[in-house]
């Protein structure tokens, strides 16, 4: 499976908290865009589609949702609701979002420009494009 739960250092002091992130450092690519989803709905999902080129790094600064991730022959849930946790998702892994918190904000760090046509938006094409 070509995910992982990355633990972000947090400097705490009597101020508050602060996380950085930088590119190649902390997390394994430079950054090419950074995008945020807030305003969720709990009934919605949102995702279900795979990238072919495309990694990224997913924070939920805010409440909590379900991720699903299958690399077509596995099916993993990753919770998240912790903004020191980075959920590393690399390419060809399809995912789904899931049971989101009132509220909840994701914020993204992706390693390449929006491009629609490295998304793999059916789950048979995935299939066959992982299996190939
Ligand atoms: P979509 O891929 O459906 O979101 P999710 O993966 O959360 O279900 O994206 C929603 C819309 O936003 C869609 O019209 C594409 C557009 N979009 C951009 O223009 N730039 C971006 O960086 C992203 C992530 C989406």
Not at 24 to 39: E, G, L, S
Not at 118 to 132: G, M, P, S, T
Request: hydrophobic content about 35%.
């Amino acid at each position: 499976m070509n995910y992982k739960l990355i633990d972000l250092h947090v400097y705490g002091d009597e101020r508050g908290k602060l996380i950085s992130i930088e590119g190649n450092k902390n997390i394994p690519f430079d950054i090419k865009r950074v995008y945020w989803i807030f305003d969720t709905i709990p009934e919605q999902d949102r995702g279900c589609h795979a990238h072919k080129e495309l990694e990224q790094i997913i924070v939920a600064m805010d409440g909590a949702c379900q991720f699903v991730l299958d690399d077509g022959k596995t099916r993993e849930t990753v919770y998240l609701n912790r903004p020191d946790k980075g959920l590393y998702i690399g390419k060809n892994m399809w995912r789904e979002m899931k049971h989101f918190s009132y509220g909840c904000k994701l914020m993204i760090i992706a390693s390449t420009y929006y491009n629609e046509d490295e998304y793999i938006r059916n789950y048979e094409d995935f299939l066959k494009e992982v299996n190939a």
